[in-house]
T-cell receptor, first 115, second 114 residues
Framework: AQSVTQLDSHVSVSEGTPVLLRCNYSSSYSPSLFWYVQHPNKGLQLLLKYTSAATLVKGINGFEAEFKKSETSFHLTKPSAHMSDAAEYFCVVSDLGFGNEKLTFGTGTRLTIIP | ETGVTQSPTHLIKTRGQQVTLRCSSQSGHNTVSWYQQALGQGPQFIFQYYREEENGRGNFPPRFSGLQFPNYSSELNVNALELDDSALYLC?????????????FGAGSRLTVL
């Protein structure tokens, strides 16, 4: 069975400082991993995805994540936080072996940006 | 390119009632998935529809059912509503065979069961 664990339910950083949101995964197959962001009253938006190509993945809005198989981690980072980054972030795993593109979401990390 | 649209955006029902939620998929997509997001939780997979047939189901009882239409739009039906069914219901569309597992999500339908 596939699963993800988001290690922090809440993260607060000051504007202009780095962001680190942590995620560990478990998967029986070679996984696809994603980070999605959810702003209030808006749909989930894909930030970035890893699908067995380069281990360092760059996404939108300056976010990036590194796939580390030895640590089963896929942490999300951004060098400098902006007020607009305040949102809920979800780490997601998908095993194509299921054949139905099922996504398994973590419980989310709420990111707060301090002015 | 239109995105995924869902209706209604909010609705209130009472226990035992039935509800139908609707979803229009993104242009060019042929697969629709439904997720339930309880307050403070991550979305959970309900089921997926491809070629008008169910193509995978999560841990949800049979009173959760769905349809996919020839134009790839979809409905989620929930019978005999329970208080725990209160949640945000998310529809997502994708293109099967594209290999990337990238889903486009709608903004959701927020269901409150009293």
């Amino acid at each position: 069975a596939q699963s993800v664990t988001q290690l922090d339910s809440h993260v607060s950083v000051s504007e202009g400082t780095p962001v680190l949101l942590r995620c560990n995964y478990s998967s029986s197959y070679s996984p696809s991993l994603f980070w999605y962001v959810q702003h209030p009253n808006k749909g989930l938006q894909l930030l970035l995805k890893y699908t067995s190509a380069a281990t360092l993945v760059k996404g939108i809005n300056g976010f990036e994540a590194e796939f580390k198989k030895s640590e089963t981690s896929f942490h999300l980072t951004k060098p400098s936080a902006h007020m607009s980054d305040a949102a809920e972030y979800f780490c997601v795993v998908s095993d194509l072996g299921f054949g139905n593109e099922k996504l398994t979401f973590g419980t989310g990390t709420r990111l707060t940006i301090i002015p | 390119e239109t995105g995924v649209t869902q209706s209604p955006t909010h609705l209130i029902k009472t226990r035992g009632q039935q509800v139908t939620l609707r979803c229009s998929s993104q242009s060019g997509h042929n697969t629709v998935s439904w997720y339930q997001q309880a307050l403070g939780q991550g979305p959970q997979f309900i089921f997926q529809y491809y070629r008008e047939e169910e193509n995978g189901r999560g841990n949800f009882p049979p009173r959760f059912s769905g349809l996919q239409f020839p134009n790839y739009s979809s409905e989620l039906n929930v019978n005999a509503l329970e208080l725990d069914d209160s949640a945000l219901y998310l529809c997502a569309s994708s293109l099967k065979g594209s290999g990337a597992n990238v889903l486009t999500f709608g903004a959701g339908s927020r269901l409150t069961v009293l």
